[in-house]
């Protein structure tokens, strides 16, 4: 069995990742030299939320990445757990719940706003990392696909059993 690199984990994403944080830095850094109002409300009240935020991330993480070396070296395509309701669970966590939680931590609604660049950077890594995918595993992937969103969970209604 060959050893788990980085790369076994985060997927295509790290080039993604960087430009990512290097996004946020420059909206960052434009909000303080353009004196952009911060975020409305109390600081303390978005470093809760952050904390929140940091938490629900770290619970996906772990969950994501703990599946991810045992698909890597048997081949086979994880569709349970976290991957069942979303592809890319990692790059989720990410645009959803990390890029927003350091946005309250600065206090910068530029930096909120920079979500949606660090979204496109991910869709597109996305998209590369689901061509390989697909050569892999073949008709399973596109399948998969059809059936699971990439980066936002469907909401399932609840079936009554009456």
Partial sequence: ???TNIRDIVGTGPLGFGLCVLVFVIFWKI???AGIAPLYGDKV???????????AAGIVFCAAIRVMPISKHNKSLVTHGVYSYVRHPRYAAIVFLIYPAFAL???SFLCLISTLVAYVIFRLSAVLEERKLIQVF??????????TPGFIPKIRRCQSTL
Avoid: F, I, S
């Avoid at 009240?45 to 940091?54: E, P, S």
């Avoid at 073949?138 to 059936?147: A, F, L, N, R």
């Fill in 1 to 3: 069995m060959r050893k």
């Fill in 31 to 33: 909000n303080k030299v």
């Fill in 45 to 55: 009240l978005h470093k809760v939320l952050a904390g929140v935020l940091l938490c």
């Fill in 105 to 107: 931590l600065v206090h």
């Fill in 138 to 147: 073949g008709q399973d992937y596109k399948d998969y696909m059809k059936e």
